[in-house]
Structure formats: C-alpha cells, structure tokens
C-alpha cells in the first residue's frame, strides 16, 4: 500500500497493493484509477450505486459497504482497467493473494 512513485505536486501517485479479500466500495471525484494486475485474481465491480455510503474523505473519495447494480468483470494478471472519477468501483471477490499497481491520476 506504500507509494512507490509520487510527482510531489499531488497530480500522480503509484501503489503497489496486496488483497486477500474484497475491501471498500469508493467513488473518486476527482481521481482516476489505473489498476495493473500483477498476479492473482478478482471479481472487479463498476457503476451501480454504492450502498450505504460515507462522508467523503479529506482525499476526495466517498467509501460504502458495497455497490448495488454494477457490471461485474473478471481480472487476472496481465489486465489493466482504467476507471474515471465519478465511477464507484468496487474489488467484491478476491483470490487471494491478488497483487496489482493502481497509478491515481488527480484531475
């Protein structure tokens, strides 16, 4: 979850990140996601409406339990997804260990 890469001005970051299960849903609003899949597996979920959201973040995000009428999709290692701010997205299912990069691009 460390930082790997940042611009130091706040417009890009990369991550490196592990999952052994699902976490959050999140919305971003101002942030695009482009998720990398090193190795393992998931079901990735986009779209919907999240379920029970919070407060956003001092970050711009807005998290909740879950998403409700996404398009679920299969990653594996090799794929990348990219994910516009505004879009809940959601890793709902987990084969774990899932290793992926995520590089945040701030609009």
Known sequence: GAPLVEDGKG?????????DGP????????DTDIFHILTGSATFVTGGKLREPA???EDYEVRALG???GQPRQLSAGDVIVVPPGVP????????PMTYYVVKVRS
């Open 23 to 30: 976490g959050l849903a999140e919305v971003h609003t101002r």
């Open 55 to 57: 407060s956003p973040s």
């Open 89 to 96: 997205h959601w890793f709902s299912e987990i084969q774990s």
């Open 67 to 69: 998403i409700d009428g």
């Open 11 to 19: 417009q890009f970051v990369v991550n490196a990140s592990r999952r």
